[in-house]
């Protein structure tokens, strides 16, 4: 078996975690897990809902529902958990709920919410339209979903950086979270007029702590997260 080697640092008051071996399995990873394919949803030929674009994302509900969103064909197609098609809702075009190039989606217990980079569309489990937003910032994706707040990663151009922020539902602004670790990647390259667009990295939240990830140096950073609360009347 191989040597865990994670190992928990901190640089400029950051903490970092940091992978300097093969993991628990080492090199004879592919002997201990296996996978087995239990569903496959997709055709290169055939029903038009079975063909899909090259940019899809997915997302599942608690009854294990899946919903892919196709974002080359601007729509989102539900299907259940046998892959018996259901439903699709979306189309090309900037009206409500319709779709110029969606990024993402998120399923909430009674909502889908598909995100464009400067607008958030509604819709119910069932797939009827309820609303469209714009976002005051240029979102990449949907992180997390509360009743109140959308968390979402910003599409971050001309910047060195990966960073977050915090919505209303109605796309307003509450505060970004911007992390500058991206400039070590900038600086070790060496190219001063270089512009990173997201770069590859990644940001998520478990249990209200910010993860981001920076592939390109094997690292991941973590935050505390403090949800946005509106203030009181007294503040």
């Not at 294990?64 to 189309?91: A, T």
Request: with cysteine; proline share 3%.
């Amino acid at each position: 078996m191989g040597q865990n080697k994670w190992q928990l640092e901190r640089r400029n008051s950051y903490p970092r975690i940091r992978n300097k071996g093969n993991g628990i399995y080492g090199k004879d990873i592919k002997k201990k897990i296996s996978f087995k394919e239990i569903l496959s949803i997709g055709v290169e030929e055939g029903l038009d809902y079975l063909m899909f674009g090259n940019n899809i994302k997915i997302d599942v509900d608690n009854d294990q529902n899946i919903y892919v969103l196709d974002s080359q064909n601007s729509r989102v197609l539900k299907f259940d958990k046998n892959g018996k098609f259901l439903w699709q809702v979306g189309r090309k075009g900037q009206g409500p709920g319709e779709f110029g190039f969606a990024e993402d989606l998120i399923i909430t217990e009674n909502e889908l919410i598909v995100a464009e980079s400067t607008r958030i569309h509604y819709f119910d489990k069932n797939g009827n339209f309820k609303k469209t937003y714009r976002v005051e910032k240029p979102i990449k994706d949907i992180i997390a979903c509360s009743d109140n707040q959308i968390i979402a990663s910003l599409l971050i151009t001309g910047q060195v950086g990966v960073g977050c922020a915090f919505f209303t539902k109605e796309g307003k602004l509450i505060r970004i979270f911007k992390s500058q670790l991206g400039k070590k990647i900038f600086e070790d390259r060496g190219k001063g007029k270089a512009k990173l667009i997201w770069g590859g990295g990644y940001v998520n939240i478990f249990k209200n702590n910010i993860y981001i990830c920076l592939p390109e140096k094997y690292e991941i950073h973590a935050y505390t997260c403090l949800l946005y609360t509106s203030p009181s009347p007294r503040d």
